[in-house]
């Protein structure tokens, strides 16, 4: 079955339908992240409130995802996948006719629910459409979400800030296109787990010590990264508008630029992997970051934005080569593996935003860019990874 897989390729339609999916999921994420100045102004909000804001959001996807993924490992659930989009349009319903401070936060656990329960679930379905190629279908799968990420200030720059919070509201229609998508792409996903049903050979295991201490090394790179890119979705905006004094409106542009390399970064990242090796895509993406981190705090206007999108692709481009990297360590684990990946992402992420907003109202937002200069020197620990690439044709099924 493997061969046959690998032989016939990627299953594109169902690659590109899940792609579409973490579009909408991310998109509904994004908007909320990207309208903290309207929160901060209409409920004059501390930016440890908004550090909070993001804590909640994401440490509900990171305390779900690992438990989603480790229950989905031994029963696939496809048609939980509409249920997490329905989360996540309830969530950003919540946020658009919100009246205080508590009702973001429900609107940010509803949110963290949708993603927690999407995530892991769609991930193992990109690996079961992969035919062998597994950094791209995940390159394929995460560029959606990322891309949805990337739009959500522009959405939010030319659209909610001219109408208003309220406006959020229209984009549960988006929502309500995901959750009709994601019932049909469940369908695909049961019909294909039945054939997949049938005997495989058992994958080799590892010892335990070694895939104990390589998951350490993989959760602290994870935690470099996102606790970087936490600093640019939470408090970027804010920076831009306090160091050089932009309107609202161009820092949202300006994020845009970020969002969008983190984007193309996705992309180039699985397929690299696939053919040079996901250790060195880890390598090169996350210490490659550190020289134009460490120059952003003191450069100019356009030099910052510039080296902004610079960052944002290195940076994303090692996440699809780290989830492959897991999932072979640990096979047949995808959902737990995935699950844990992107739960740790989010808890990083939320972790982040707090302890940094904390930072932001003590020692001011340009201080935690300094700080948070250093954070990919952490990347060093990839040498320390064991190589466990083989060739693409031996790849062994999910």
Same mark, same amino acid.
């Given at each position: 079955?493997?061969?046959?897989?690998?032989?016939?390729?990627?299953?594109?339609?169902?690659?590109?339908?899940?792609?579409?999916?973490?579009?909408?999921? $991310?998109?509904?994420?994004?908007?909320?992240?990207?309208?903290?100045?309207?929160?901060?102004?209409?409920?004059?909000?501390?930016?440890?409130?908004?550090?909070?804001?993001?804590?909640?959001?994401?440490?509900?996807?990171?305390?779900?995802?690992?438990?989603?993924?480790?229950?989905? $490992?031994?029963?696939?659930?496809?048609?939980?996948?509409?249920?997490?989009?329905?989360?996540?349009?309830?969530?950003?319903?919540?946020?658009?006719?919100?009246?205080?401070?508590?009702?973001?936060?429900?609107?940010?656990?509803?949110?963290?629910?949708?993603?927690?329960?999407?995530?892991?679930?769609?991930?193992?379905? #990109?690996?079961? *459409?992969?035919?062998?190629?597994?950094?791209?279908? %995940?390159?394929?799968?995460?560029?959606?979400?990322?891309?949805?990420?990337?739009?959500?200030?522009?959405?939010?720059?030319?659209?909610?800030?001219?109408?208003?919070?309220?406006?959020?509201?229209?984009?549960?229609?988006?929502?309500?296109?995901?959750?009709?998508?994601?019932?049909?792409?469940?369908?695909?996903? %049961?019909?294909?787990?039945?054939?997949?049903?049938?005997?495989?050979?058992?994958?080799?295991?590892?010892?335990?010590?070694?895939?104990?201490?390589?998951?350490?090394?993989?959760?602290?790179?994870?935690?470099?990264?996102?606790?970087?890119?936490?600093?640019?979705?939470?408090?970027?905006?804010?920076?831009?508008?306090?160091?050089?004094?932009? +309107?609202?409106?161009?820092? %949202?542009?300006?994020?845009?630029?970020?969002? +969008?390399?983190?984007?193309?970064?996705?992309?180039?990242?699985?397929?690299?992997? $696939?053919?040079?090796?996901?250790?060195?895509?880890?390598?090169?993406?996350?210490?490659?970051?550190?020289?134009?981190?460490?120059?952003?705090?003191? #450069?100019?206007?356009?030099?910052?934005?510039?080296?902004?999108?610079?960052?944002?692709?290195?940076?994303?481009?090692?996440?699809?080569?780290?989830?492959?990297?897991?999932?072979?360590?640990?096979?047949?684990?995808?959902?737990?593996?995935?699950?844990?990946?992107?739960?740790?992402?989010?808890?990083?992420?939320?972790?982040?935003?707090?302890?940094?907003?904390?930072?932001?109202?003590?020692?001011?937002? $340009?201080?935690?860019?300094?700080?948070? *200069?250093?954070?990919?020197?952490?990347?060093?620990?990839?040498?320390?990874?064991?190589?466990?690439?083989?060739?693409? +044709?031996? *790849? #062994?099924?999910?």
């Amino acid at each position: 079955m493997a061969t046959a897989r690998a032989a016939t390729g990627p299953v594109f339609p169902a690659l590109l339908a899940a792609s579409l999916c973490h579009f909408v999921n $991310d998109l509904m994420q994004s908007l909320f992240l990207a309208s903290y100045p309207l929160f901060k102004g209409g409920f004059a909000l501390s930016f440890a409130q908004i550090g909070l804001l993001t804590f909640t959001f994401q440490a509900t996807g990171s305390l779900l995802q690992p438990l989603v993924g480790l229950y989905t $490992d031994r029963r696939p659930k496809p048609y939980s996948l509409p249920f997490g989009m329905a989360s996540s349009l309830a969530g950003v319903l919540t946020v658009a006719y919100a009246t205080h401070y508590l009702a973001l936060v429900a609107g940010a656990v509803l949110l963290g629910i949708g993603s927690s329960i999407f995530h892991p679930e769609t991930a193992r379905l #990109a690996r079961l *459409a992969s035919g062998g190629a597994h950094g791209l279908a %995940q390159s394929i799968f995460q560029i959606g979400g990322n891309t949805g990420t990337a739009v959500g200030p522009l959405i939010v720059a030319f659209f909610v800030l001219p109408h208003g919070r309220a406006s959020l509201a229209w984009f549960s229609l988006a929502a309500l296109a995901g959750v009709l998508l994601m019932t049909g792409l469940g369908r695909w996903y %049961q019909t294909h787990l039945k054939v997949k049903a049938k005997p495989q050979p058992k994958p080799l295991a590892r010892p335990r010590g070694e895939v104990a201490r390589v998951m350490s090394l993989l959760l602290l790179l994870i935690m470099s990264k996102f606790f970087y890119i936490a600093s640019i979705t939470s408090y970027y905006i804010f920076y831009l508008m306090h160091h050089f004094g932009l +309107a609202e409106h161009s820092a %949202q542009m300006a994020l845009f630029v970020f969002l +969008a390399g983190m984007a193309i970064g996705t992309m180039v990242g699985g397929p690299v992997g $696939d053919r040079v090796g996901r250790k060195a895509v880890i390598w090169g993406s996350i210490l490659g970051a550190l020289p134009f981190s460490l120059v952003l705090p003191y #450069a100019s206007l356009p030099v910052t934005v510039a080296l902004s999108g610079v960052i944002g692709l290195i940076l994303s481009s090692a996440f699809p080569s780290i989830i492959v990297y897991g999932q072979e360590l640990m096979p047949g684990r995808v959902g737990t593996v995935s699950g844990l990946f992107f739960g740790l992402a989010f808890g990083i992420g939320g972790f982040g935003a707090a302890l940094l907003g904390l930072l932001a109202d003590w020692q001011g937002i $340009d201080f935690v860019y300094r700080v948070c *200069a250093f954070l990919p020197a952490i990347g060093l620990l990839a040498a320390f990874l064991p190589n466990l690439d083989r060739p693409l +044709a031996d *790849a #062994a099924p999910a």
